[in-house]
């Protein structure tokens, strides 16, 4: 599994970790959530350093389940951002069953403005991918071979429209993300 940074977000590529189970939420005090979130954070961002350890995504959905279930989904009135950013996080890097369920939450929190769009956009490309459907925004790639250090961006939905999908979104031009991989998308761009 290969890491990449944009725009300060973490995204795994080539690496869909699908346990389908759904959680059964644990009791959780809801008045301590920015410390619960801190600690999922910094775990989150560590499991992401070397080898990606499944069980700790599972661990931190877990957590991140039992939050929205018991006190519902947090917003900026009572908790830092970077801890909504945390659980948009959990659920990205979680299985797509999870991201499904709960995608409707990342919807009106970017709408609220606790998340940006560019969440919404990579979000939703990942559930795409996970259901074997052509994305909408080209924020998923996966290697050509495996294991290998090549990597070619996933089906795209009408593709010669991504830039301006991607600009509505708040990310940068196709090409310009896809060099940090050292790829591109020969399609030219048109507006409609």
């Known amino acids: 599994s290969c890491v990449k940074k944009e725009e ?3 995204i795994t590529v080539n690496k869909f970790v699908e346990n389908k189970q759904p959680i059964k939420p644990h009791p959780i005090n809801c008045f301590d959530l920015p410390n619960i979130l801190e600690k999922v954070r910094k775990e989150d961002g560590l499991n992401r350093v070397d080898e990606i350890n499944p069980l700790i995504d599972r661990k931190n ?9 018991n006190c519902g989904m947090p917003s900026s009135t009572y908790i830092d951002k970077k801890h909504i950013a945390t659980i948009f996080l959990v659920l990205q890097h979680g299985d797509n069953y999870h991201r499904k369920k ?6 009106q929190a970017v709408k609220s403005g606790d998340l ?23 924020t998923q790639l996966t290697s050509i071979y495996q294991d290998s250090n090549k990597f070619e961006v996933y089906e795209i939905e009408n593709p010669q429209y991504v830039d301006q999908r991607r600009a509505e979104m708040g990310l940068n031009p196709i090409n310009d993300y896809l060099k940090m991989w050292d790829t591109s998308l020969d399609v030219k761009q048109v507006k409609k």
């Open 8 to 10: 300060d977000k973490i």
């Open 61 to 69: 959905l877990e957590i991140v389940v039992s939050i929205i279930e």
């Open 102 to 107: 709960y995608f409707h939450l990342i919807e």
């Open 116 to 138: 940006q769009k560019s969440d919404y956009a990579l979000m939703k490309d990942r559930i795409l991918v996970s259901d074997g459907k052509p994305q909408i925004y080209g």
